[in-house]
Nanobody, 125 residues
């Protein structure tokens, strides 16, 4: 499967952005999907995940209450709505797909088999 992330940009603190990740292939509805981010000089970190059904979501504490992950299994797309953005949210954001049934390690990058190319999000103070 190929993933194409989009929607990043420059926004002021307190603003909002909506990231999209379009997937190719016919198995999207069976994949758990995740968003990760990586700031310069830092390791890639978990942001949010959504189960293949869309019924279960998990968020990193740093974004809980501000970000919302969702998916549209008809459009083969996963979204990340980001509100109340902070300068510390500045990073390259990546979407990723996990084709496995087990989701206990959803917060680890190595759990995900497929990755998008990343989209830059910059939040100015």
């Amino acid at each position: 499967v190929q993933l194409q992330a989009s929607g990043g940009g420059l926004v002021q603190a307190g603003g909002s952005l909506r990231l999209s990740c379009a997937a190719s292939g016919r198995s999207f509805s069976t994949y758990n999907m995740g968003w990760f981010r990586q700031a310069p000089g830092k390791e890639r970190e978990f942001v949010a995940t959504i189960r293949f059904s869309g019924r279960n979501t998990v968020y990193a504490d740093s974004v809980k209450g501000r970000f919302t992950i969702s998916r549209d299994n008809v459009r083969n797309t996963v979204y990340l709505q980001m509100n109340s953005l902070k300068p510390e949210d500045t990073a390259v954001y990546y979407c990723a797909a996990d084709p496995s049934a087990y989701s206990g390690t959803y917060y680890l990058p190595r759990t995900y088999k497929y990755w998008g190319q990343g989209t830059q999000v910059t939040v100015s103070s």
